[in-house]
């Protein structure tokens, strides 16, 4: 049996553990193509069109995967964290593929929340293994792989490597430069090239070194989330807004990269939360970059380029004031 | 302390008079118009969906005119509605206002929420309280009766805007009733009026169901006024819901199990609560079918996250039942003649499919 896994969304955080998982089942394991021209076009028909891009993108690989496997897996994913949710159009996201097609192999999707119980990742899981069979250790011991698999794949990025170079073995260039950008952003917005317009590449070929929330330290980062005097009930919003005063308040970095996909709801209100809390009381460099259907490389290219130059600039004219002026 | 509130529809009559009856100063925000749009979207962060926007409008606008204090709810998600409050603050502050935030959530705790609560009830007695609570919930109960009745009388009427007349002499006399009786004499009073109208007799109404996210369904400037629109286009134009059942819906002590039953048809469609109105929005759609509606209407603030999953699911249900849908999305760029033609056609549709089946 064949078992299709779009590459959207969360797969740049999960992929491993799910691969493990269905592997120790004795399940093939498909991913759809990074995403081209042909699924972009694909999605932006066949999709809603309020939705974001990232959301449109998943009904392209869905169309990318039909004819190549038997069953498609499609994870509902409510909440990743104690209290939290992911944005509704996640925990959505089977019922809308379902519903829009009906010549698709059958979706398997199973409900991941964490909301409540840490439980609630291994509940998901046996749910997911019943499908398959119904030997309950081999199903624990899938599990226990997919778990191995995922620390694996964490502590890869902990050193400093990005999802794209581990799983896509994508090569980027080493850089000893002393110009540091944090990209703070969700990992499927970052690593889809197609929806970044390459900003990775962009900013390694500028000779600019790279931070992002996938090296940091996840415990501190919730940690400074919590300062909120309201808790943020979006797991990515806490991720998002740790993440930036990580950075900021630690001057681990020379200027953040805020991306954001249009019409992201929970980001609408975060970004504003990162701006008004922290970027502009210290004057940090920021650079908000809006990410749709219409963006192009050359407009980013454009816009990073002179990020950079006021950043280099800022370096080498200003960073010797003291810091009572 | 000069208390003000979020609008939304007519509620705010029935807040109005609750904080009163507790003793406070109220300042309600004027009616929306334009320049309340404007102020919001003036101030509020860009990609925010259209009822924040609109509710900074208000609460600026309330400030201009004294205010110093801000009644709102908070949530616990997915919604964004549930952080709008935090989110205001801030930029009410950098706007240099110093405002005092009443905000009743239950995320940051009991003692919290008791501590904003006795800074609504102050020192009144609980007798006093329990009565001002009832009135407040009669007048609820009672603008919910006049809008439904409004939606039926409306295409009958032989003279256009009678019912809108006999509505604005309710309300202000709705505003002044002081005891439960008092209220219901408004509406029996109401109902007469409504009665004495002279109709036209129109054997073939077209009946169309509104769905969608609360705010924009409910409150009349934000849908561009569409019951009326629709019933001067001699349309029958029923809500899904109204103000009493999102109190039912969103405020714990309150929560009914008929609701919860209700969205239980939405399940095949939608598997589990996205938050909002989404999963509701798709019952109410098929239960609109089953009670032999023409169309149905589904209203949404563009980007609303819970409403695009029912869209995307609201095409399959269409075809699935038979039961025609359009889906107004909603900002501040929307212009009422984007929306006066699309309705147009929508109901030309819906009263030629109806002529057709009748015929065949």
Same mark, same amino acid.
Not at chain 1, 78 to 82: A, I, K, N, T
Not at chain 1, 102 to 105: A, E, F, H, L, S
Not at chain 2, 45 to 49: N, R, T, V
Not at chain 2, 76 to 79: A, F, H, M, R, V
């Given at each position: 049996m064949k078992i299709g896994i779009p590459r959207v969304l969360l797969f740049y955080r999960f992929y491993p553990m799910w691969k493990a998982f269905f592997e120790s089942l004795g399940i093939e394991v498909v991913t759809s193509s990074i995403t081209n021209k042909e699924i972009m076009d694909i999605s932006v028909k066949e999709s809603?069109?309020?939705?974001?891009l990232p959301i449109k993108l998943a009904y392209g690989h869905i169309v990318d995967l039909k004819n190549k496997v038997d069953i498609i897996y499609i994870p509902r994913i409510?909440?990743?964290?104690?209290q939290t949710y992911m944005c509704p159009k996640f925990i959505g996201l089977p019922d809308m593929i379902r519903a829009r097609f009906?010549?698709?192999?059958p979706i398997i999707d199973h409900t991941i929340d964490k909301r409540n119980s840490q439980m609630g990742f291994l509940r998901g899981f046996f749910e997911l293994g019943k499908v398959f069979t119904n030997n309950k250790t081999k199903i624990l011991k899938a599990y226990l792989n997919g778990l191995n698999a995922i620390k694996e794949y964490e502590g890869q990025l902990k050193k400093g490597l990005l999802p794209i170079e581990i799983l896509e073995n994508k090569k980027l260039k080493s850089t000893d430069s002393i110009l540091k950008i944090g990209i703070v952003g969700h990992c499927y917005e970052i690593y889809d090239e197609y929806i970044s317009s390459g900003m990775i590449e962009t900013l390694n070929k500028l000779g600019v070194k790279i931070f992002t929330m996938?090296?940091?330290d996840w415990k501190e980062v919730l940690r400074e989330a919590n300062a909120l005097p309201k808790r943020l009930f979006w797991t990515f919003g806490r991720e998002l807004y740790g993440t930036a005063k990580y950075f900021i308040q630690r001057r681990l970095v020379d200027g953040i990269i805020l991306t954001v996909a249009f019409g992201c709801g929970p980001d609408s209100l975060v970004r504003e939360l990162i701006e008004r809390d922290l970027v502009k009381p210290l004057n940090f460099p920021e650079i908000t970059i809006t990410v749709d259907e219409h963006s192009s490389d050359v407009g980013l290219l454009t816009r990073l380029e002179a990020f950079v130059d006021m950043l280099t600039r800022r370096e080498k004219n200003e960073n010797y004031l003291s810091p009572v002026w | 302390m000069k208390i003000t509130y979020p609008p939304f529809g007519d509620a705010g009559i029935a807040i109005k008079s609750l904080l009163e009856d507790l003793g406070h100063k109220v300042i309600p925000p004027p009616p929306t118009t334009n320049r309340t749009l404007s102020i919001g979207v003036q101030y509020a962060? +860009?990609?925010?969906?259209l009822p924040l926007k609109i509710t900074l409008g208000n609460y600026i606008e309330a400030i201009e005119r004294g205010a110093d204090t801000i009644l709102m709810l908070g949530g616990?998600?997915?919604?964004r509605f549930g952080y709008y409050a935090e989110v205001q603050k801030r930029i009410l502050k950098n706007m240099g206002y110093k405002i005092d935030w009443i905000t009743l959530d239950l995320s940051t705790g009991w003692i919290n929420l008791f501590k904003n609560i006795k800074k609504i009830i102050g020192k009144n007695s609980i007798p006093h309280i329990i009565n001002s609570l009832k009135v407040a919930w009669e007048k609820v109960l009672a603008l919910d009766e006049i809008e439904r009745i409004s939606r039926k009388a409306r295409p009958l +009427?032989?003279?256009?805007?009678r019912v809108d007349d006999i509505i604005k002499e309710t309300h202000s006399a709705l505003e002044k009733a002081k005891s439960i009786v008092e209220v219901k004499d408004v509406v029996t009073q109401y109902k007469r009026k409504i009665g004495e109208i002279p109709k036209e007799k129109l054997d073939n109404l077209v009946k169309i169901g509104i769905v969608g996210e609360f705010y924009v369904v409910l409150d009349h400037f934000t849908n561009f006024e569409l019951a009326r629109r629709l019933g001067e286009m001699e349309v029958w134009a029923e809500n899904a819901f109204y103000i009493e059942d999102i109190v039912r819906i969103y405020i714990p002590l309150m929560k009914s199990k008929v609701l919860e039953e209700r969205t239980k048809i939405a399940i095949p469609y939608i598997k589990r609560s996205v938050g909002g109105e989404g999963q509701r929005t798709i019952a109410h759609t098929i239960e609109f079918k089953k009670e032999n509606f023409d169309g149905v209407i589904h209203l949404l603030p563009f980007t609303c996250m819970p409403e695009i999953v029912a869209e995307g699911v609201l095409e399959r249900v269409s075809r699935d039942y038979d039961i025609p849908t359009l889906t107004l999305s909603i900002d501040e760029q929307t212009g009422i003649a984007g929306i006066n033609t699309r309705i147009e056609a929508f109901i030309d549709m819906l009263r030629s499919r109806k002529k057709w089946r009748l015929a065949s």
């Open positions: 809603v069109s309020e939705a974001c409510v909440g990743l964290e104690y009906t010549d698709i192999p996938e090296s940091l | 962060p +860009e990609f925010a969906c616990i998600g997915p919604c +009427e032989k003279k256009k805007g």
